[in-house]
């Protein structure tokens, strides 16, 4: 029986799914619901100090600067689709720039796009690798949104990177002070309740364990930031994710034609997410209230 597709008796019981890495180390971890938030943790927690190494290689992608492999350049140019889309967003939804913090900001493209478009801005990257790309161009970098000022952003992002962080409950509390009356924060995550997770199950690619610490339904993010005044304003899908999404899944299945395959699964999912506005991977956009 799947973790996810049985939402009520989720309420009341307490699920554990065990899923490998198949990228790295391929050692098992489980899934743990909280169900008053709907989020699965990942179990066991790596140790800080043990965390960095379930990165180091040279196949984690938003990590590095071009791609080689048709898998790669496949990613590449989902990222460059990716970094117009976000550009459009934001202009959509500030008349004039202001100031942003992108925490987990790799090699800073997106950054590097707000800049150019007159933003102040500052990064967060924990990976040494990605963060001296970022510092070549000029980027500016902090070491921990508790570092920062209150009140000091007009946009905090989250391009998934919210799954990575080592503990959820102090990052929350950190950018609700340093994010302005009426800021926006984004976050863009995978969906665990989507039709794609539920086709791939335990070798769903997005999973990611154990880089990915925690998992978010739809509501998730919602049930954690409303009570503490922030509204969510806007859903949208990531489409070009589920695409890359079911090449990697179809991947650690061993598939002859993971490329042809994840092409086929990732419209069936984009197509199945615009009926049931459920997509694979989605942005949640959220304003800071006032009072």
């Not at 098992?28 to 179990?43: C, G, V, Y």
């Amino acid at each position: 029986m799947f973790l996810v597709e049985h939402t009520d008796r989720m309420k009341n019981e307490k699920f554990k799914y065990r899923i490998k890495d198949h990228f790295l180390s391929h050692e098992f971890f489980s899934l743990e619901l909280d169900p008053s938030t709907e989020i699965l943790k990942t179990k066991p927690k790596p140790s800080l100090k043990d965390l960095p190494g379930y990165y180091d290689s040279k196949e984690y992608l938003s990590h590095q600067k071009k791609g080689e492999t048709l898998f790669s350049k496949s990613y590449f140019f989902a990222k460059k689709c990716m970094l117009l889309f976000k550009s459009r967003m934001i202009s959509g939804l500030f008349h004039n720039p202001g100031k942003a913090l992108d925490v987990g900001s790799g090699t800073g493209d997106f950054l590097l796009v707000l800049k150019n478009k007159g933003w102040e801005v500052v990064g967060i990257e924990p990976a040494d690798l990605a963060r001296n790309e970022a510092n070549k161009r000029g980027l500016r970098h902090i070491k921990d949104i508790k570092n920062c000022k209150p009140e000091e952003f007009d946009l905090i992002t989250f391009w998934h990177s919210l799954e990575h962080v080592y503990s959820l409950k102090e990052t929350i509390k950190n950018l609700v002070v340093t994010l302005k009356k009426e800021g926006t924060l984004i976050v863009a995550c995978p969906n665990y309740k989507s039709w794609e997770a539920q086709h791939y199950k335990s070798r769903w690619a997005a999973w990611d364990v154990p880089r990915h610490l925690r998992h978010f339904s739809p509501k998730s993010l919602r049930l954690i930031l409303e009570p503490l005044g922030l509204e969510q304003t806007k859903i949208k899908p990531l489409p070009l994710d589920s695409f890359y999404i079911s090449m990697l899944s179809e991947k650690n299945k061993k598939s002859r034609t993971p490329f042809f395959k994840g092409i086929m699964i990732g419209a069936a999912s984009n197509l199945i997410g615009f009926f049931s506005n459920n997509f694979s991977s989605q942005i949640y956009v959220f304003r800071k209230k006032s009072n």
